[in-house]
Each structure stands twice: as C-alpha cells, then as structure tokens.
C-alpha cells in the first residue's frame, strides 16, 4: 500500500482553502490549470510505460479534477476516514487519470507515478484499491462501478452518514446491462446520496458509441429510471462543480457530461485511434506545449 | 546445444482471423460476434469484406453470448469473439444456459487469455476461464498451440456443429505442431521420451518442447504431448503416459485450481498405479503488475522451470 505525501496533501489543503474563497472566474482559472497539468503527467506516464488509455484519461480529468480539487470531502492523509465522500472511477481503463489525480493530491508521492505499469508496481493498468490509498474499488471490467457505488449509498444511509458518494461511468460502458440494473436499484431506493457521471466522449475502443449501440435519449433513459438527470459541458469546470453541488431533491442524480476524447491535445481530439495509443516522444512535447497554453 | 524450437513467433489472432474469413468466404452462415473488440478480435479484414455478418454489440457481453445463440439457433455459425475474462466470466450463465445446455452450436473465441493483458492486471488476465468452461457439461474446450493448429481449429469448429470455446492467443509463441492438424479430444505426442511427460497447453507447448530438450542434455528423456484438447481430455494419451514413463508435469498459462493440471491428476488417481506429478501454473493468486513475459517468469512458467520440475520427478524414486 502506497503512502500519503503530507507536503503535497499540505499544498493540496492550501488549493482547497484558495478555491473555497476564490470567485468564479479565479476558481475557473485553478481547475483549468490544475487539470492541464495532470494531462501533462499522465501522457508522461503514458509515454514511459508504453500502454495506457490516453483517450479517456483527457476526457476525463476535468471531471476528475473538479472532484478532488473543488469537491469531495476526503483527507489524502487519512484516506479511511469513515465519513468521507466516495468517489468510484467504473471507467477503471483511465487509471491513469485518477493517479495523475491522486498524487497531486498527496494520496501518495508523485515519484510513485514513474513505476506505472511497471513489474511489481502498485500503480496497475486498472486500479486496485489493496495497493493505492485513494481508490475505492477495483475497476476495470467495465459495468462495475455503478452497483458498487449503489452499495456504497445504501451503507451511508443505514449508518446515518452524510458522506456523499459519486461514480465516473464511461458512455461506452453504459451497454453493460449491470449498470441498468444498478440505475433501477438507485432509482427505487431514493439514493439522493449518489451522483453518476457519464463521461459522454461519443466513442468508445473501437467506433463511436452511436454508431456501436446507440445510448441515446441518454437522459430520458436515466429518467425513467427514476432519476434527476442534469447535462452539462464536461470541460466547463464551474459547470461540473456546480453540477456536482447542487442542491439536490430526493433522487439520484446523473450528470451526463458531454466531453471530447483526447481533450486538450489537438490530435487526439474525437479521435478513436487515441482510445490507447501511445504517444511518441514527439508528440508528447506538442502535446505538453497545448497545454501549457 | 540445438534448440527445438524455432525462434520466429506468432500472434495466434492473426492465423485466426485469415482463416475465419476464408471460411466466409466458403460458407454464408459463418458470422462474427463482437464486443467493441473489431480491432482486438483482429476482425478489421473481417468487418471489410462482409460488413453485414459482422455485428458488434457494443460492450455487452452477455448480449454477445445470446445473440450468439439466437443465431446458432437459427442455422448460422457464430463465432463470437472478445477478451476471453469478459467473455468467459461475464457471460458464463450464458455460456452455461444458452450455449452449452440448449447444444447451441456457437464457437466461443476467448481472445488474449492467459496473461496476455500483462500489465492491465488481474482483472484483465483470463487464467480462469479453462476451470469453468471444463465445469460446464458438453462445451468442449480447445487450447491450440500455435498459428497452424488455430487454423484447423478454427475450421473444426465451423463444421462441428457443437458448443465449443477456442482459447486464441495473442502471447506470440514458435510454430511447433508442424504438419500435424488439430485433431479433436487427441493429444499430439510432439517429442517422444521414456522418463518424464511433460503435458502442455497453449503457449507452453513450446516452452516444454525447449526443456525436452535441455533435460536431454542432462540425460533426461522427456515426453511432450500437445493437449490442444482440454475438454473432453485424451485420457489414453495420460494412460500411456503412466504407463511409459515414471511422473507427469503439467504446465499451463492458467490457474491450476481446475484447469489443465487438475483434469489430467483426475485421471491419474484413478489407476491403480498412479505416478508423481507437477503442476505449473498458477496457483490462487492474483498476479501483480507486470508484463506478459515478466508474470510467466514470475509464476514458474519458463522452460527451465518446466526442465527442473521433469529433471525432480525422473529423480525421485517414488
Ligand atoms: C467488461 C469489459 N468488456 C470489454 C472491455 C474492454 N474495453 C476497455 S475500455 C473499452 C471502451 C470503453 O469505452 P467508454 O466506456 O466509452 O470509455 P472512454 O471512451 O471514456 O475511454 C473497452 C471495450 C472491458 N474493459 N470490460
């Protein structure tokens, strides 16, 4: 098990206390960048590993970000606390967006994130909660995360918790039947304690989601399985932390963020080749360059 | 010293995929199931030449697996095709119930199994899939070692018309079965020896090849026999192999908690004079990270691992 990096969770506290008092356009400002800079890390990690989801690791570190940097109340140094909010990455092929995330939270020291993928190495391809403080449940079998988390917003509500409990889902990965199952269940139990985030790209491995199983009215969808549904710029960060604090009835919510694969880097945008393509030395220097912008 | 093995490998999808579209090519009723696996199924060539037959379900693979047997039921050859953990261990009620209860005849094609996913971690390893399959009744279950044998595989099950999964490797391996065609629920002896029989499957066949070899050089002589069938298992060939030599190693790229090692000890502790085993393979154990190449180290899989557990056992006097 990988440990926190109290200086870095310290500059994190620091972030956090900033944010809390910045206005909007400030607060808009901090996550841009803070995001940026972990898509930097990431196509790094990406780079030195030789395998990783680079796609989908930009299309969803925005959402990832605004959770760690602006929302979730969670403590890197005490990643057990009991009370703290949830956050389930179903997607679990993005680990390396929740890593870059992580460690610059200070869930555990950012030198950690050169062994990825490396033999032995705590930081796996998909995410395994046994070895990194921070991750709630393993992933990676897409369809997972959803009943998961449904089961995570059951146990606030028997123990009179307050914790909030939030799951980032790939479009793609809403054709498992299991998330439909789970949605049913947090629909008939009211669970107002949970918020899905759809990460909705529009492609998936191999095609674009439409054109594979369309998902689409996604919404209606969700609706009718007796949830609040709110869809939003993905990459607007004030929109995701809005989203994501909004005061909220008595139903689950589902956040349908509408997002760019490859986002950021100019030529893996809604690109699907990009799903895991690995980026040359090169193009990880032009990419970097983007966005430093 | 002279290698058995030649050094060239291959990626067993590829002898897979050419050989699934000649056989379209043959037979209008051969069509491809998928799970947003087009390019890791090696189906591209495929979807190309007959679009139509090809039908992607989108990440639902317990949708592939009924969709596959509503259409064996309906008199097309389906061979449905994903990652063989999501494949097997998601859809194994339909693998059981749609497929293999109601004799649907749909070729299951496990794709990159083992530990061909090196570093995406156990979740994405399929060392599995041979335990459940071999559990379920009247599915057979085919391991072919390299590109040749996946072809005649391949064209096997187009024709068996039966519930069969074809485990496709994705880890390259050396041709090693020559001229010797996959022959349904037959082992191949692929090197004949008087000691020790090392019984392999898949991506160790020529891993145990090379440490016949090897063992020879230290004045061992080792039987290899090919088990491309795992379900039904050539229990003769284990018989004789009691009979003709003194222990039996078994080296698998899978659990040997129910998969290839406990299928043949069953048939061992059922003579009257069994003899001495190894089983190589992994024992209920979740892989750390690593690649392919590292975890196969890293589990005992190597041929001078499978040499040392033949040169054991030839020396003890059990
Ligand atoms: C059950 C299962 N089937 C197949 C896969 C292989 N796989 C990994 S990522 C992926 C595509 C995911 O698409 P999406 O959910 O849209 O994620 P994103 O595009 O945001 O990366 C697939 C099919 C898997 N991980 N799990």
Not at chain 1, 190 to 205: G, H, K, M, S, Y
Not at chain 1, 249 to 272: H, Q, Y
Not at chain 2, 83 to 98: V, Y
Not at chain 2, 189 to 203: E, I, K, N
């Amino acid at each position: 098990m990988l440990v926190a990096d109290p200086r870095t969770a310290a500059a994190w506290r620091r972030f956090r206390q900033e944010f809390a008092d910045a206005g909007p356009e400030r607060r808009r400002e901090m996550l841009r960048e803070r995001a940026n800079q972990s898509r930097t890390t990431d196509l790094h990690m990406i780079g030195r590993a030789g395998l990783g989801h680079v796609g989908g690791d930009m299309s969803v570190l925005d959402i990832l970000t605004t959770l760690f940097f602006g929302v979730l109340r969670v403590d890197p140094e005490k990643p057990d606390w009991a009370d703290r909010d949830r956050l389930v990455l179903s997607k679990g092929h993005t680990a390396g967006a929740l890593y870059a995330t992580l460690a610059a939270s200070g869930f555990f020291a950012e030198a950690e994130l050169e062994t990825f993928a490396g033999p032995l190495s705590a930081l796996n391809g998909h995410p395994n909660r046994v070895k990194v403080p921070g991750v709630e449940t393993n992933t990676g079998p897409l369809g997972h995360g959803l009943p998961v988390s449904v089961g995570m917003a059951v146990a606030a509500k028997l123990s009179s918790s307050s914790r909030h409990v939030y799951v980032v889902l790939g479009d793609g990965e809403l054709q498992e039947g299991s998330n439909w199952e789970a949605a049913m269940t947090a629909g008939h139990r009211r669970l107002d304690n949970l918020t899905a985030i759809v990460d909705r790209n529009r492609l998936q491995q191999g095609a674009r989601t439409e054109e594979t199983n369309t998902l689409d009215p996604l919404d209606d969808k969700f609706r009718a399985f007796g949830w609040d549904v709110l869809e939003i710029d993905g990459h607007d960060h004030l929109s995701l932390y809005d989203a994501f604090t909004a005061a909220r009835g008595e139903r689950p919510t589902c956040v349908i963020a509408n997002t760019t694969k490859g986002r950021g880097v100019s030529f893996m945008e809604d690109r699907v080749e990009w799903h895991h393509k690995v980026p040359s030395a090169e193009q990880i220097v032009t990419a970097a360059a983007e966005l430093a912008r | 010293m002279s290698a058995p093995v030649a050094t060239e490998t291959f990626d067993n999808r590829v002898a897979f995929a050419e050989e699934l579209i000649a056989l379209a090519r043959e037979d209008e009723r051969i069509v491809a199931v998928c799970n947003d696996s087009v390019g890791s199924s090696n189906l591209v060539q495929f979807q190309k030449e007959f679009p139509d037959r090809l039908i992607n379900v989108g990440i639902a693979e317990q949708d592939m697996v009924g969709v596959g047997a509503g259409l064996a039921l309906s008199g097309y050859v389906p061979f449905v095709c994903g990652a063989s953990p999501f494949l097997t261990g998601r859809a194994l009620e339909q693998i059981k119930a749609d497929v293999a209860y109601s004799q649907s005849p749909v070729v299951l094609c496990g794709m990159s199994p083992g530990m061909a996913y090196g570093e995406l971690g156990p979740t994405h390893h399929s060392i599995e899939d041979l335990s459940w399959l071999r559990a379920i009744a009247g599915l057979d279950v085919v391991v072919p070692a390299d590109p040749a044998e996946t072809r005649s595989a391949v064209r096997w099950a187009a024709h068996a018309a039966r519930p069969v999964f074809l485990r496709v490797g994705r880890f390259k391996v050396p041709a090693v079965t020559g001229d010797r065609p996959f022959t349904f629920g037959a082992a191949t002896t692929l090197r004949d020896g008087s000691d020790v029989t090392v019984v392999a499957a898949g991506t160790m066949v020529s891993r145990a090849l090379q440490a016949a070899e090897e063992a020879a050089e230290q004045g061992v002589s080792v039987r290899v026999l090919n088990m491309s069938t795992i379900a039904p298992l050539d229990e003769d060939a284990i018989r004789r192999a009691m009979a003709e030599t003194r222990g039996i190693v078994t080296a698998e790229e899978a659990t040997t908690t129910g998969g290839l090692g406990a299928a043949v000890a069953a048939v061992v502790v059922t003579e009257r004079a069994p003899v001495p085993m190894r089983l190589l393979g992994i024992h209920r154990e979740f892989a750390p990270t690593g690649t392919t190449a590292f975890l196969l180290e890293h589990f005992g899989l190597t041929a001078g691992d499978i040499r040392q557990a033949a040169i054991g056992l030839a020396r003890t006097d059990a």
